[in-house]
């Protein structure tokens, strides 16, 4: 069975400081993974995914296999990224498992 | 105004009472889902369906039902044999359930209290 896990209930840190969300994840296909962000009062949205080896709103996050992590990171955060953030991992029928997500607060 | 509209927003249901959670998309999407968030437990896979007329049990499927008769629209009935069930409960759909690295969108959520 997949499992994924977000270590961090709370990440608090000052604007500008870099921030990183880890993310540890248990399959035994090959993963498929991608990190979901909520901001107050939205919907719940994609924000990036693995294959796509994109940049999001300056996050960005390597799949490493070897240690089964995907962790978000930013090198400044802002302000407008306090948010609740969400990994997730795809695994056969596109049944997507979430981690208990991570509430980040980015301080003035 | 496109996208996945969940009702009602706030629903209290007395013990021992089922409820049904409505979830419609006009995505013409083939997969929805249903998914229950709680407090530091993230979300929770109730059910899902691939396709209409189809679904199959999530993580937290006891004291749930569903039916996917029509491909916009994916009812959860909350029965009085779920033990906790307040909750905030999410709809997702899909284009594909196959289809490799595609994006699901999320409903506005349905709040549930028991009274």
């Known amino acids: 069975a997949q499992r994924v896990t977000q270590p961090e209930k709370l990440l608090s840190v000052f604007k500008g400081a870099p921030v990183e969300l880890k993310c540890n994840y248990s399959y035994s296909g090959s993963p498929e993974l991608f990190w979901y962000v909520q901001y107050s009062r939205q919907r719940l949205q994609l924000l990036l995914r693995?294959?796509s080896r994109e940049s999001i709103k300056g996050f960005t996050a390597d799949l490493n296999k070897g240690e089964t992590s995907f962790h978000l990171k930013k090198p400044f955060a802002q302000e407008e990224d306090s948010a609740m953030y969400y990994c997730?991992?795809?695994?056969?029928?596109?049944?997507?498992?979430f981690g208990g997500g991570t509430r980040v607060l980015v301080k003035p | 105004d496109g996208g996945i509209t969940q009702s009602p927003k706030y629903l209290f249901r007395k013990e021992g009472q089922n409820v049904t959670l409505s979830c419609e998309q006009n995505l013409n999407h083939d997969a929805m889902y249903w998914y229950r968030q709680d407090p530091g437990q993230g979300l929770r896979l109730i059910y899902y369906s691939q396709i209409v007329n189809d679904f199959q049990k999530g993580d937290i499927a006891e004291g749930y039902s569903v039916s996917r008769e029509k491909k916009e629209s994916f009812p959860l009935t909350v029965t009085s044999a779920q033990k906790n069930p307040t909750a905030f409960y999410l709809c997702?759909?899909?284009?594909?359930?196959?289809?490799?690295?595609?994006?699901?969108?999320f409903g506005e959520g349905s709040w549930l209290t028991v009274v």
């Open positions: 997702a759909s899909s284009i594909s359930a196959t289809f490799s690295g595609n994006t699901i969108y």
């Open positions: 997730a991992l795809k695994a056969a029928g596109n049944k997507l498992t």
């Open positions: 693995h294959i």
